[in-house]
């Protein structure tokens, strides 16, 4: 959960932000949830002040679904050093 809250932004941050700060039975379900889990990029595109990532996620029972992902840099004018926030997600 903690990497969670690191690594969202924005209107994400603000929708999770109970669930991630108060459900106390939430890191325990995305473990259970998420065990065994592949996360593969299949494609990134720049947006100009934004990244569009395609996601395949595989679970261990072989199904298959496509997350997509929009991330923003936090330091825009330090392309190397800034940190990416995640700050939309869908599948």
Same mark, same amino acid.
């Given at each position: 959960?903690?990497?969670?809250? $690191?690594?969202?932004?924005?209107?994400?941050?603000?929708?999770?932000k109970v669930? #991630?700060?108060?459900?106390?039975?939430?890191?325990?379900?995305?473990?259970?949830?998420?065990?065994? =889990? $592949?996360?593969q990029v299949?494609?990134?595109? *720049?947006?100009? *002040?934004? =990244?569009? =990532?395609? #996601?395949?996620?595989?679970?261990?029972?072989?199904?298959?679904?496509?997350?997509?992902?929009?991330?923003?840099? *936090?330091?825009?004018?330090?392309?190397?050093?800034?940190?990416?926030?995640?700050?939309?997600?869908?599948?």
């Open positions: 959960v903690n990497a969670i809250k $690191q690594h969202i932004a924005g209107d994400m941050y603000k929708k999770y669930l #991630l700060e108060q459900n106390t039975e939430y890191p325990e379900y995305l473990r259970n949830h998420y065990q065994g =889990v $592949q996360f299949i494609k990134a595109e *720049d947006l100009a *002040d934004n =990244v569009k =990532v395609d #996601l395949e996620i595989t679970y261990p029972d072989g199904r298959i679904h496509i997350g997509k992902l929009l991330l923003w840099k *936090d330091n825009q004018e330090i392309y190397e050093s800034g940190s990416w926030k995640i700050i939309k997600f869908s599948m």
